[in-house]
């Protein structure tokens, strides 16, 4: 694994934006493509391996968390528990996720899993791959999430409640980027599909449906909106009413696959397991540690500590439902640049790799998405 510095394509801000890529430069610049990372077959091979093992282990751990009725560590409230046992025991449809891993040529650790919500979605599979292709046709990229994505919801079409699926998101230009790039995935399967902010999306208590704008009914919802704020609203109720009759991707089961509570569950299911850092509910022996909320996100509310001294934190509105500690993870340091690999999972299979890199030990959203390659 290098990081290599090259010079930007002319015009690169122009060609993003032909690709419908336009928070670029958003909070200074985030798509950079001053540098990009070298993978070596065997690397990948590795990463590809972990991901794919990684997912039957959070598969196993989630049935660990039902049957066990471990839901008190989530903090999942007792009206949606269900939601969540109905979901997981039928198999209700789940499309992709993203492990965020920490990588220093030898030793590849989890750091976390995006289950519910995970973003940089579109970068990662198509602007990356165009990146590619102008800068370094003959070579190849850990990618194949463009074609997974499109095979995998040509899968689930017969066990849809509907062909016609509500993308649905907050409004901002890269959650709707993330879905639109998504709602076309779906598209090229074959479904039909319309975008739907998220605050529009209606009750209609007399028959506890979910509506759209024209008051058509909602059978299928594919959200990027994060479970965990959908609880702390009456939204939430809604859809334990509804659970039956609305099928939402992801399904209510994610919530535990995507909270942070869940990496002690993994630790104590295997204990030392090679792609694993230790973790626990409280410091424990840790002397070298992360403090993480069980819920948050783009690094918000975490903290670092070397020798139980804090050497980074982020500050952020996280925490209420208590904190995770995981063993100190060294990310590799290329001219004061850490990476994060983001490796995606669709359907059952890995899919391909994003590297975001910062200027800061945690990987926070002021972090910047860097395009690899294969030697």
Same mark, same amino acid.
């Given at each position: ?72 560590k989530f ?72 074609? !997974?994505?499109?095979?995998?919801? @040509?899968?689930?079409? $017969?066990? *849809?409640?509907?062909? #016609?699926? =509500?993308?649905?998101? +907050? ?29 529009d999306i ?51 089961? !994610?919530?535990?696959?995507?909270? @942070?509570?869940?990496? $002690?569950? *993994?630790?104590?299911? #295997?204990? =030392?397991?090679?792609? +694993? ?39 952020g509105i ?58």
């Open positions: 694994m290098k990081r290599i510095p090259i010079t930007p394509r002319d015009n690169w801000q122009e060609k993003l934006e032909n690709l419908g890529f336009g928070y670029h430069s958003i909070d200074d610049q985030y798509w950079d493509e001053t540098a990009y990372y070298e993978f070596e077959l065997q690397e990948i091979n590795h990463i590809e391996k972990a991901t794919a093992e990684l997912w039957q282990m959070y598969l196993e751990a989630v049935e660990h968390v039902i049957s066990k009725n471990l839901f008190f903090s999942i409230p007792e009206w949606f528990r269900n939601s969540i046992v109905q979901s997981w025991e039928q198999d209700f449809p789940s499309l992709y996720g993203r492990f965020d891993l920490g990588f220093d040529g030898q030793n590849l650790k989890l750091l976390e899993f995006n289950a519910d919500t995970p973003t940089s979605l579109f970068e990662g599979s198509v602007v990356q791959w165009y990146w590619l292709k102008d800068q370094f046709p003959q070579k190849d990229q850990f990618n194949s999430i463009h074609e !997974k994505l499109i095979d995998y919801w @040509k899968y689930l079409k $017969p066990f *849809l409640k509907s062909d #016609f699926v =509500h993308f649905a998101s +907050l409004t901002n230009i890269e959650d709707v980027t993330n879905v639109e790039y998504m709602r076309d995935c779906a598209s090229q399967a074959g479904l039909e599909t319309a975008f739907i902010a998220v605050q209606g009750w209609a208590e007399e028959i506890k449906e979910f509506i759209d704008e024209n008051r058509g009914l909602m059978k299928v919802i594919f959200k990027l909106y994060p479970y965990e704020w959908i609880l702390e609203e009456d939204f939430g109720k809604k859809i334990a009413e509804n659970i039956d009759k609305t099928q939402w991707i992801e399904p209510p089961w !994610k919530i535990l696959a995507s909270s @942070k509570a869940m990496l $002690p569950v *993994l630790w104590e299911l #295997f204990p =030392h397991h090679p792609y +694993l850092l230790e973790s626990y509910t409280e410091p424990r022996h840790l002397l070298n540690y992360a403090k993480k909320p069980v819920y948050s996100r783009e690094g918000a509310n975490i903290s670092l500590f070397k020798n139980h001294i804090p050497v980074e934190q982020n500050s996280y925490g209420k439902e208590g904190f995770i500690y995981q063993q100190f993870f060294d990310l590799p340091n290329f001219s004061d640049n850490y990476p994060v690999i983001g490796s995606w999972i669709v359907g059952q299979e890995p899919a391909g790799i994003g590297v975001r890199e910062s200027v800061n030990l945690i990987t926070n959203n002021q972090s910047r998405f860097v395009p690899h390659l294969i030697s």
